[in-house]
């Protein structure tokens, strides 16, 4: 089978870009992840060594593996109208679950690369497992790595969904780009928290994207720079002249499930639970749990400065069955500082849980005489 025998197969199942690249062990994307691991960039997430040991070799995927088909389709589609009273969601999650979406693509592009080869010979690799898309998407030339340290491909942007058919076929690879972002620093300066160095490399635990899907609490100093993401961030990506010029034709598939889901409403939002979670959980800013968007969305309405939240923040921390959304709206009150916050927190000093009295405490600080 040919290089662009299987080309043809990815393009006519529906991908945006396909190019190829040698399944061989990637030493300089696993010296750079370890790199990124010993300075704490990854401190959010669980990778370890040998994460960074099994997602630069495909061999960990698929024994024997020759080949990898690096695939790339555009999400970006319009952005609904912004309104004050409205969460912002990043484009990747306001659709069906794109694992789901990716995987379904690259499983009928596996199938029939196996139909022609007359024997299983793939594996297909999605986010989820362990292997440095980017890294071999840039090798096999399918794009190049950016200063938001995101893929941009050539014609589509850096808003792209990225996804591998790993095979044991022996396939002629392609060429790497020589293209770069030159001085472009769009997007290391449009980002609020300096998660960027513009080096290509990223402080994740400064990134928006991460805060918000982070299990914990979100540090204090980086709160008022979240603005009203609720979900991810798209910041960075919007900003970058080469997404500027493909536009938002992404992908039909990528398109809102809903209008609440790509704009929610934030009070909606502080009080998400049950069937209301179970609409959210078909896109992919489900996965971290409600508690997580409810805290998302307390951070939301503290940076909203309208006084009209404040019974639905004052309730969030007086009712809310989990400290990590009772000490954000505790936060969010104090940010607000009318004199019904103030009389909130006051009441919440008890609180039961040393945490949320502790932020309790700290949002008093700058309002109380």
Not at 56 to 73: K, Q, Y
Not at 207 to 220: E, G
Not at 232 to 253: E, F, I, T
Request: charge should be positive; glycine fraction near 8%; proline fraction near 6%.
């Amino acid at each position: 089978m040919t290089a662009d025998a299987v080309r043809a197969i990815a393009r006519a199942c529906g991908a945006g870009a396909v190019r190829i690249t040698a399944a061989d062990p990637d030493a300089a994307t696993r010296a750079r992840m370890r790199a990124a691991l010993a300075r704490g960039d990854l401190a959010t997430w669980s990778y370890d060594d040998a994460y960074a040991g099994a997602a630069s070799d495909p061999s960990t995927i698929l024994a024997g593996a020759r080949s990898v088909v690096c695939i790339a389709v555009p999400y970006a589609t319009p952005v609904p109208s912004e309104r004050r009273d409205r969460g912002r969601v990043s484009a990747y999650a306001w659709s069906p679950d794109y694992h789901r979406r990716m995987q379904t693509l690259l499983r009928e592009i596996a199938a029939r690369i196996d139909a022609l080869a007359g024997a299983p010979v793939t594996r297909v690799a999605c986010d989820t497992a362990p292997l440095a898309e980017r890294a071999f998407a840039a090798r096999a030339g399918l794009g190049w790595i950016g200063k938001h340290t995101s893929l941009i491909v050539k014609g589509l942007g850096s808003a792209v969904f990225l996804g591998e058919v790993v095979t044991t076929l022996d396939l002629e690879p392609d060429r790497a780009l020589r293209t770069s972002c030159g001085a472009c620093r769009a997007c290391v300066d449009v980002c609020p928290t300096g998660a960027l160095r513009g080096d290509r490399t990223m402080n994740a635990e400064r990134c928006i994207s991460d805060l918000t899907q982070r299990r914990d609490a979100i540090p204090r100093a980086l709160r008022p720079l979240i603005g009203t993401w609720v979900w991810g961030c798209d910041l960075c990506n919007d900003a970058c002249p080469p997404s500027q010029q493909a536009g938002r034709a992404g992908d039909g598939a990528c398109r809102p499930l809903e209008d609440e889901l790509a704009a929610p409403d934030l009070q909606a939002l502080l009080r998400v639970r049950g069937a209301a979670f179970r609409r959210v959980r078909r896109t992919a800013m489900g996965w971290r749990g409600a508690p997580v968007l409810r805290r998302n969305a307390a951070v939301a309405l503290g940076n909203s400065l309208d006084r009209a939240d404040v019974p639905a923040l004052a309730a969030a921390l007086s009712d809310d069955r989990s400290p990590l959304v009772r000490g954000h709206a505790a936060w969010a009150l104090g940010r607000i500082g009318s004199p019904q916050a103030l009389r909130a927190l006051r009441a919440a000093l008890g609180d039961a849980d040393a945490w949320v009295r502790e932020e309790v405490s700290a949002a008093l600080e700058p309002i109380a005489p």
